[in-house]
């Protein structure tokens, strides 16, 4: 059974820095793309950042382009999120996802919340201005 934990949420000022850990258990990790998405209070969970498999391609949202960093430790089964430049518009609870099928299957990593099948208990990010 799939597994994902994330860490790392808090409460930080505009301007800030945060680093967000998601470790996976429960199948071979570095066989599949990963996904970070987030979910603001009265809003659609929305794509934040992909990496495939083996972390040589990332795909971000352009809200978050040049100011996050998604990148994967295949011996750690663990990917992150490192958030720079943080606003308060990127308050959210964030959720690490990982697709159901194996990155042969997909042409690029999903961006699309749909195509993702597993999903972490979300870490809450609070930016204050």
């Known amino acids: 059974q799939v597994q994902l934990v994330e860490s790392g949420g808090g409460l930080v000022q505009a301007g800030g820095s945060l680093r967000l850990s998601c470790a996976a258990s429960?199948?071979?990790?570095?066989?599949?793309?990963m996904g970070w998405f987030r979910q603001a209070p009265g809003k659609e969970r929305e794509f934040v950042a992909a990496?495939?498999?083996?972390?040589?391609?990332?795909f971000y949202a352009d809200s978050v382009k040049g100011r996050c960093t998604i990148s994967r430790d295949n011996a750690k089964n663990t990917v992150y999120l490192q958030m720079n430049s943080l606003k308060p518009e990127d308050t959210a609870v964030y959720y690490c996802?990982?697709?159901?099928?194996?990155?042969?299957?997909?042409?690029?990593?999903?961006?699309?919340?749909?195509?993702?099948?597993?999903w972490g208990q979300g870490t809450q990010v609070t930016v204050s201005s």
């Open positions: 990496i495939s498999w083996s972390g040589g391609r990332t």
């Open positions: 996802a990982a697709p159901p099928n194996s990155a042969t299957y997909y042409y690029t990593p999903p961006t699309d919340f749909r195509q993702y099948g597993y």
């Open positions: 429960g199948r071979t990790f570095s066989n599949y793309d």
